[in-house]
């Protein structure tokens, strides 16, 4: 018993040693090396460049007051179409005290030289109808008078504007209301009832009260890098497409490109626009993020390669052409046009060639990484 036990281990062990000897034999094989193939054929080769950028009105316009003062009420809301002249908001006029007081002073000054002229014209004429002073002399004294009265008016109506915004006179003209200088949507109002609004000035732009654009005139902003900025001509078709609106595409011709560069992130940008063909059936709201598609070169029917067969040796680029017997043979070759995938082949291929690719990696490699 104890004999066949031995020879049973023996045998395991010279198992194990021989299947240890396969194994290490096997691994030390080199692995045979296979690459991809590609076939030089005829192509078309575009090289286009994408842009981002988003989707503005043309003309978008400000609101802002002529005076200071608070919202009182608001007529419109954001979303609404709004025509030229028509009313926003209206205002409660905040005066400025040192206008108030120069106003109101004013017309106490006004109201006085008007007594007097009152005064003057009317022993003037007392004499002149007793034909004790000349015409003349009398003729002085009512354009005096007439003077006194229209200044007095005029003080009177300034001080009306400056304590409520709007004359007697010019009451549908107020400055009280605010009105739309264009017709379109609004697209913000950023302002409530209740909220204190300047007038623009010198030392500020002043408060926005309501933002309208004309939303059937839409172009497309966006930025190119300086690199391709050379290719660009305006009336260039583009193809732009929507983020929020899938699988909605149209087309766009470039109409400016700035003459000057923008440093965006240590790359140096030039601002580009197109004009936008508003599509009815769709809704294109201000704002929206799109890309522009711009076809910047392309060639038709050329011979081609993957940019992945080429080797390059000092600047010069090389592929391997396979041979009859299999092997491959390193050979320069002129390129041209390239889109990013194939490229362009001037010289040294001929239409049919194989070449070789990048090397195919084994899924056993992958594993065993």
């Known amino acids: 018993m104890k004999k066949v036990i031995k020879y049973i281990v023996l045998a395991l062990v010279i198992v194990v040693f021989f299947g240890t000897f396969v194994f290490l034999h096997n691994n030390s094989k080199p692995q045979e090396i ?25 003309n978008e316009v400000n609101i802002k007051p002529q005076i200071n003062g608070i919202i009182a009420e608001l007529f419109k809301e954001a979303g609404q ?28 000054l006004s109201e006085i030289n008007l007594k007097q002229a009152q005064t003057n014209f009317d022993r003037e004429k007392a004499l002149f109808q007793k034909n004790l002073i000349s015409a003349e002399e009398y003729e002085k004294t009512e354009q005096a008078l007439n003077q006194a009265k229209e ?57 926005t009260v309501a933002t309208v654009a004309n939303m059937n005139d839409l172009i497309f902003e966006g930025q190119i890098d ?8 305006e009336g260039m078709p583009l193809t732009i497409t929507i983020g929020a ?78 041979g009859e017997d299999g092997s491959f043979k390193q050979t320069k070759v002129t390129t041209g046009l390239s889109d990013g995938v194939n490229i362009e082949i001037k010289s040294g291929l001929n239409e049919g060639d194989v070449v070789r690719g990048p090397r195919v990696i084994e899924e056993d490699s992958i594993q065993n990484n």
Not at 40 to 46: F, M, R, V
Not at 178 to 201: C, E, H, W
Request: proline content about 3%; overall charge negative; hydrophobic content about 35%.
């Open 34 to 58: 296979r690459y991809q193939e590609f076939t030089a054929a005829q192509n078309d080769i575009t090289r286009s460049t994408v842009l981002t950028g988003k989707i503005v009105p043309r």
């Open 81 to 108: 179409m709004v025509q030229k002249g028509e009313v926003i908001a209206r205002l409660t006029v905040i005066p400025d005290m040192n206008s108030l007081s120069a106003a109101q002073s004013r017309v106490r």
């Open 151 to 207: 200044e007095y008016a005029a003080s009177q109506e300034s001080l009306e504007v400056i304590r409520d915004g709007v004359s007697s006179k010019n009451a549908t003209s107020s400055s009280t209301l605010i009105r739309s200088t264009i017709t379109g949507l609004i697209l913000d109002i950023p302002v409530k009832v209740g909220n204190s609004v300047i007038q623009a000035n010198t030392m500020n732009d002043g408060t």
């Open 245 to 322: 609106l899938r699988d909605y595409t149209f087309d766009a011709n470039l109409e400016y490109i700035s003459p000057k560069a923008v440093e965006n992130n240590g790359a140096n940008q030039f601002k580009v626009k197109a004009a936008v063909k508003v599509d009815t059936e769709h809704t294109i709201r201000s704002g929206y993020s799109a890309n522009a598609l711009i076809e910047l070169d392309k060639i038709n029917g050329v011979l081609s390669v993957p940019e992945s067969a080429l080797e390059f040796v000092k600047d010069d680029p090389y592929v391997y052409i396979k």
């Open 226 to 233: 300086e690199t391709e900025v050379g290719s660009l001509y």
